[in-house]
Structures are given as C-alpha cells and as structure tokens.
C-alpha cells in the first residue's frame, strides 16, 4: 500500500513539475564495463533456428522472442538476421519485462540489450516491428518498406537511430518506413535525410536530435507530429542538450512540407533555448512571450490570464476599493441609477472598474468623462497596471490566432 501511494505521489509530483528526464538518465548512458550484472552473448537467429529443425518460422521467432525478453536475462547485442523471407514475414514484437513497473529507476540491473539493431535489404519486406518496455543503451533502425509502422512504446534509449534510407530516390518513397514512437525517453534521436515517411511521438522526452542542416534533403515524407513530448531548452534540463540547432533545422524541413503546427512548436522550442544567450529587453520579452502564451502555441493561455486578473481585480475592489461617484446625483438616471444603490453600486463599480481598465488603462487618471473613479491612488495604480497586463496579453492572443492560422 505505501508502495502505491509513493507511486501516486511520484505521478502527481511529474504533473505539477512537468515532464522530465529523471536524475540517474544521464549516468545509465555512460555505462562501462565491469557491468554490476553479467551481459551475454545472444545466438544469432539462424544458429536459433538449427535447434528447431522443421519447426515453422512462425513458432521460431516465438521462441527467439520469449528466449529474448526472459526476465532476468541482459544481452550485449540484439541484432537478428531479418533478410529470410520467411521470419521476416513473422509478427517481430518485443515485450520486455520491467519488474518494478514504468517508474523504475534506470540502471544496468534493468538494462536489456546494450545495443540492438534492426536491418534488412530492399526485397524482404518485415511484417510487424514493436518494441516495448524496451530498455536499450543503442537502437539503430535501418529497416525499408515496413508494412506496418514500427511502433517504440514505453522504451527507454540512450541513442536512437532512425533509418538511413538517404540513397534511395524520390520513386522508391513507399520503401521508406513510418515511426510511432509512444511515451518513450530518448537521448539522442538521429534524422538522417529522405529516410522517414511518417513520424508521430506522443509522450515521454527527447533530449537532443541531430537533424540534417535546412539546406539538406528532408528527412520527412508525410505527416509529422509531436504531441505533449518533453524537450529541454537548456544543459540543466538533460546533459545532452546542445542548443537550439536542431530545433532551428527542424522548423526548416516542418516549413517545407506546410506542416505549421510542428514548425511553430518547434519554432517556440527554439525561441526557449535562445532565452539564455539573450540579455535586457530582449530575455524580458522572450519570457513574457514564452511563459503567458507559450510562443504562439496556445491562443486560449492568454485569455485565462486575463480573466483570472480581472476577478482578482474586483474581489479586491469589492473588498478594499469599491470607488466612488464622480458627479452629482442628478446625473445618474436610468441604467446609471444602479450605481445611486448602497449595495448594488457597489457590486457594479466592482465590475466595471476592472473592465474599463482593460478598455482605457490610463482612464483613471486621464479621462474627463469618467462616471466614477477608484477611491485611493493606490487602487487607481494597482488598476493601470492591471489594466496594461491584460491589453498585452490580449495582443499576444491575437498575434498567436495570426500565427497558428497565417497561411504562407
């Protein structure tokens, strides 16, 4: 029971903070012999297979994956010969046991291959490739013409190597692999040019990408997307991050293929990991942009900050400021009657002082036709500036419409 509440105290801690890259990720990539836990040599596919003659391929590559994802067992290599016809044909999904669940700390103990690899050449097309809970300090992919995508789910890689498929021309597109990638922590994601059909990562982090320059090929055919995916903006967030470049190389290819909402995502990754470098107006501007309205990427941020520092306006007009009449009685007939009212007037001037400094933030100090004014300088003051916050955040909301929707 204690171990179900630390672990629900360990997923509401990630929620409030964010998603992260846990402590020991860094150290568990740097990973030396002598190892706390022996790494042994796993037997190709075809020396698997002379234990199984006349066994069909199928109950082969069963037994290959149960034999590889036993609990307990850690394997220096995984690399099986996937050019057969016949086991490529097969079902390729590696389960990959975790004992102490997702949230276990990462460490050799629970390290399954050192380095795994996956190729194959252009006529034998693999049916299905997943991975899952996979735990890999090197993946390297260079897989053509997949049926299906191949999925990572739940993995944790120190590098990840997506395939090089950059010899290929413009006609052999469909020979190009898709990548799911879901809830998975990665070091480094290497992008090589004209090498992905699609790529969608839902969850999880990446710290570094070594992206091909803008002036290359594009490393993408098709749909691209990032969906609630962590990635740093400085060396303090992962040891691994080397700076905005990659980012800047991604909006590049995102642009070309009119992929706005990548493009403007990663053009927002790139604006935060500039921040340090930027000094005076310059850093306070890019904070403001990037901490109310998230560089563009959330139009609706803006407009909650603003509601939520009107209602904290008029409880504290309300409570402490509720104003006063600036005319005379007569004056206030009609609909301005409300305001003559010992409560009433009080709610209303409560409500409207706020809004009428969203309107004219220096009314109240400047307007000559004000019907009512705060009572003190102090609430006047506390006012402008409410008043000058939300106008700014009201442009900022419509500079991010603009960008989110600006065809180009």
């Given at each position: 029971m204690l171990d179900n509440l630390a672990s629900k105290g360990r997923g509401i801690l990630r929620r409030v903070k964010g998603q992260h890259f846990s402590p020991e990720f860094d150290?568990?990539?740097?990973?030396?012999?002598?190892?706390?836990?022996?790494?042994?040599?796993?037997?190709?596919?075809?020396?698997?297979?002379?234990?199984?003659?006349?066994?069909?391929?199928?109950a082969i590559v069963r037994e290959f994956i149960r034999a590889v994802t036993q609990e307990g067992t850690h394997w220096t290599n995984l690399s099986p010969n996937v050019s057969n016809g016949h086991f490529?044909?097969?079902?390729?999904?590696?389960?990959?046991?975790?004992?102490?669940?997702?949230?276990?700390?990462?460490?050799?103990?629970?390290?399954?291959?050192?380095?795994?690899?996956?190729?194959?050449?252009?006529?034998?097309?693999p049916e299905n490739l997943q991975f899952i809970n996979l735990r890999t300090l090197s993946l390297h992919l260079r897989l053509r013409g997949t049926k299906n995508p191949i999925r990572l789910i739940n993995c944790v890689i120190g590098d990840l190597t997506l395939p090089d498929l950059s010899e290929l021309s413009n006609q052999k597109a469909d020979l190009r692999p898709s990548v799911e990638i879901h809830d998975c922590w990665i070091g480094t994601m290497v992008l090589h040019s004209r090498s992905i059909k699609k790529l969608t990562v839902v969850g999880g982090g990446i710290a570094q990408i070594q992206c091909p320059s803008s002036e290359s090929a594009n490393p993408f055919l098709g749909?691209?997307?990032?969906?609630?995916?962590?990635?740093?903006?400085?060396?303090?967030?992962?040891?691994?991050?080397?700076?905005?470049?990659?980012?800047?190389?991604?909006?590049?290819?995102?642009?070309?293929?009119?992929?706005?909402?990548?493009?403007?995502?990663?053009?927002?990754?790139?604006?935060r990991s500039e921040r340090a470098e930027e000094q005076g107006f310059a850093k306070v501007a890019n904070w403001?942009?990037?901490?109310?309205?998230?560089?563009?990427?959330?139009?609706?941020?803006?407009i909650c900050w603003v509601l939520g520092a009107y209602i904290l306006a008029v409880v504290g007009c309300y409570n402490f400021d509720p104003g006063m009449l600036a005319k005379s009685d007569s004056f206030y007939l009609g609909a301005y009657s409300v305001l003559l009212d010992e409560n009433g007037g009080r709610y209303t001037r409560s409500f409207l002082l706020p809004f009428h400094s969203i309107i004219n933030p220096f009314g109240v100090f400047f307007d000559t036709r004000k019907i009512f004014v705060p009572t003190t300088g102090l609430g006047s003051a506390l006012l402008t500036i409410q008043g000058l916050f939300s106008d700014i955040l009201l442009v900022m909301t419509a500079l991010s419409i603009r960008r989110r929707y600006k065809a180009e």
């Open positions: 150290a568990w990539r740097e990973l030396s012999p002598p190892y706390p836990v022996r790494f042994e040599s796993l037997p190709t596919l075809d020396a698997f297979s002379n234990n199984y003659t006349g066994t069909s391929p199928s490529a044909r097969e079902d390729w999904t590696f389960q990959f046991p975790i004992s102490e669940g997702s949230s276990a700390s990462i460490m050799a103990e629970n390290t399954h291959v050192l380095r795994c690899s996956f190729d194959n050449n252009s006529n034998v097309i749909l691209v997307s990032f969906k609630r995916v962590f990635f740093p903006s400085s060396p303090a967030q992962a040891r691994l991050f080397q700076g905005p470049h990659a980012y800047r190389s991604l909006y590049a290819h995102l642009k070309k293929l009119d992929n706005s909402l990548m493009a403007n995502l990663m053009r927002s990754h790139q604006l403001i942009y990037g901490t109310f309205a998230d560089y563009g990427m959330s139009p609706g941020k803006p």
